[in-house]
């Protein structure tokens, strides 16, 4: 019983955790203006929609990998999941959670797109490092 | 016994994220700022090797092997504590009873060590590695309510240290999952996904503070507004 208790405390907290996690990795890309490039090639404006998280991160495999990103790109992506489905179960009985989903989804659409900024511009100082030599 | 190549390849993983933080920190030249993160981890490291030492000298049923594991857990359950102590330092630095709450910390740390010790001869055990034992377990509850009340304070103080605030969900997040894991082998100890997981989680941790100190500098600020979850 007791164990089933601190089981059932742990996720709760695991949960809590997570999501403040993301968040926070989130909320130090969300002050990053995105370059004009990465806006034609998205589509995102000002702000981003829950709907060009799947295409940024089909851009974002054409792009070279930076390691320091992949374990956050990871943790987001589990996130983007996690509120995927638990719109689609948890938004009938508490409507105030879709909207809520809606924008947390669009701010992880947002860090992808900031990733992928940061990726093109890696691909950009690579390529003129290599013109220069 | 014999190491499965799962279990050895998730322990050398392990002790290589542990050294890659460290080597991240000299690199980024933060080893001193984050002294007890780096200390933490370098005793990680050192007990990785003293128990893989006994483990292939003595066998995993010898007493040799027993000492030592529960040994070595015990002294890095307790710089755990001293890491977290830290990182409530960091938080309240400002602040004028900060003196007050290392004061209180350590009266904590010799409190949860007295009960453990209680215990232990209550159950007529002799003070060897029962009560390391004991002391990591009890530490380890007093881990996750401490980092649970200084992620309270990161929200209320407004903290906006982008690296603090990350290496405080990084540990809460940790001290979660291996609560978690430890309640799931109660309940369900038929899954032998758990033997597995707990070593694997245990590895978060480094990776995470590793990200922490590679992405963001000591000058990175966050809006504390953005860190709070409301539906």
Same mark, same amino acid.
């Given at each position: 019983m007791m164990a089933a208790i601190i089981l059932v405390v742990s996720l709760v907290t695991m949960m809590m955790f997570f999501v403040s996690y993301c968040r926070s990795l989130m909320a130090s890309s969300a002050s990053h203006a995105l370059s004009e490039e990465v806006r034609d090639v998205t589509g995102i404006q000002s702000r981003a929609s829950s709907r060009d998280f799947t295409r940024v991160m089909q851009l974002l495999q054409l792009c070279p990998d930076r390691p320091s990103d992949r374990m956050g790109l990871q943790a987001v992506q589990l996130y983007y999941s996690f509120l995927s489905a638990a719109q689609s179960s948890i938004s009938r009985i508490a409507p105030s959670f879709a909207s809520w989903s809606e924008t947390e989804r669009a701010s992880c659409a947002y860090f992808v797109a900031v990733v992928l900024d940061k990726r093109i511009s890696l691909s950009r100082e690579m390529l003129a490092q290599q013109a220069e030599s | 016994m014999h190491l499965g190549s799962a279990e050895l390849l998730i322990w050398c993983l392990g002790t290589a994220l542990e050294l890659a933080f460290v080597v991240c920190s000299i690199a980024r030249r933060s080893f001193f700022t984050y002294f007890f993160l780096n200390l933490y981890m370098l005793l990680s490291v050192l007990a990785d090797v003293a128990r893989w030492m006994m483990l292939a000298k003595f066998? !995993?049923?010898?007493d040799a092997y027993m000492y030592t594991y529960y040994y070595t857990d015990a002294l890095l359950t307790v710089v755990l504590y001293v890491l977290l102590i830290s990182l409530y330092s960091r938080v309240?630095?400002?602040?004028? !009873?900060a003196k007050h709450m290392r004061l209180a910390a350590v009266v904590l740390l010799l409190g949860t060590a007295g009960f453990s010790c209680a215990v232990v001869v209550q159950q007529g055990n002799?003070?060897?590695h029962f009560f390391a034992y004991e002391l990591s377990q009890n530490l380890y509850f007093v881990g996750i309510i401490l980092t649970y009340l200084l992620w309270g304070a990161v929200l209320k103080l407004r903290e906006t240290r982008t690296r603090l605030v990350q290496m405080v969900l990084s540990l809460g997040l940790y001290f979660s999952v291996y609560a978690a894991s430890y309640a799931l082998v109660n309940v369900?100890?038929?899954?032998?996904v758990v033997k597995y997981a707990s070593p694997l989680l245990g590895c978060l941790l480094p990776l995470a503070w590793c990200v922490t100190i590679l992405r963001y500098s000591e000058d990175s600020r966050l809006a504390p507004a953005q860190l709070v979850a409301v539906p």
């Open positions: - | 066998g !995993f049923k010898s309240f630095g400002e602040l004028r !009873f002799r003070l060897s369900a100890p038929e899954v032998t």
